[in-house]
């Protein structure tokens, strides 16, 4: 199973509600990450879980809130959002400590703040 | 991790090779040149990763200078379906997990 699912597809939320999004695979990979993809522009990484621990948090603001419950499954709990952070979120899993793997890529979720 | 530079978009007719220029000047030892295309609202689909010596798999070869300042992704027979915005990435790899910095991109149109 070479695959990363994300759910849910797509989300509309408004600017008070609380929701998560989900990322699984079932690769073996012990390091996760969190993309924000705006409108024609290249995906920005916003976090990384290595070993089930958070390695790197690109000065995400606390409104975004990564979890790692196991080495499968990571979330993004999301809470008082802005219309601006609307954008494509994308969930990637790799091997950590060796460059000989790559990245795997979900198909995203894609969210709109209301 | 290294910054990439590419050129923003390129046209390739269907049927030839269509040649993708990265340059990487400040890539660092242990960093991978990683490509990735990105197929419109889809997630990054992975392409072909190298150190210094040439790569090639199904899909493309990579062809990495002796001093690894640049490199060059080759789609052998361009189709329209490798109509794409394609991205070089610069970068390690150590237990923290793999820092990738997605520049612009290229985007390449495959004209029939």
């Known amino acids: 199973d070479t695959e990363v699912t994300q759910t849910p597809k797509h989300l509309v939320m408004g600017m008070t509600n609380k929701k998560s999004l989900k990322c699984e695979q079932h690769?073996?990979?012990?390091?996760m990450y969190w993309y924000k993809q705006k409108a024609k522009k290249p995906p920005e990484l916003m976090f990384v879980?290595?070993?089930?621990?958070?390695?790197i948090n690109e000065s995400v603001p606390s409104r975004f809130s990564p979890e790692c419950p196991n080495s499968s499954l990571l979330n993004l709990h999301l809470h008082a959002l802005q219309p601006e952070d609307s954008a494509l979120y994308l969930c990637a899993s790799s091997h950590p400590g060796t460059s000989t793997y790559e990245q795997f890529f979900g198909p995203g979720t894609r969210l709109t703040v209301l | 991790d290294a910054k990439t530079t590419q050129p923003p978009s390129m046209d390739c007719a269907e049927g030839r090779a269509a040649n993708l220029p990265c340059n990487h000047s400040t890539i660092s030892g242990n960093e991978y040149v990683y490509w990735y295309r990105q197929i419109h609202s889809q997630g990054p689909q992975y392409i072909i990763h190298g150190l210094k010596n040439n790569e090639t798999n199904e899909m493309a070869s990579l062809i990495i200078t002796e001093d690894r300042k640049s490199s060059t992704l080759i789609l052998p027979h361009a189709t329209l379906r490798d109509t794409a915005v394609y991205y070089c990435?610069?970068?390690?790899?150590?237990?923290?997990?793999?820092?990738?910095?997605f520049g612009p991109g290229t985007r390449l149109s495959v004209l029939p």
């Open positions: 990435i610069a970068a390690g790899n150590d237990n923290y997990g793999q820092n990738f910095v």
């Open positions: 879980y290595s070993y089930e621990k958070l390695s």
């Open positions: 690769m073996g990979h012990r390091a």
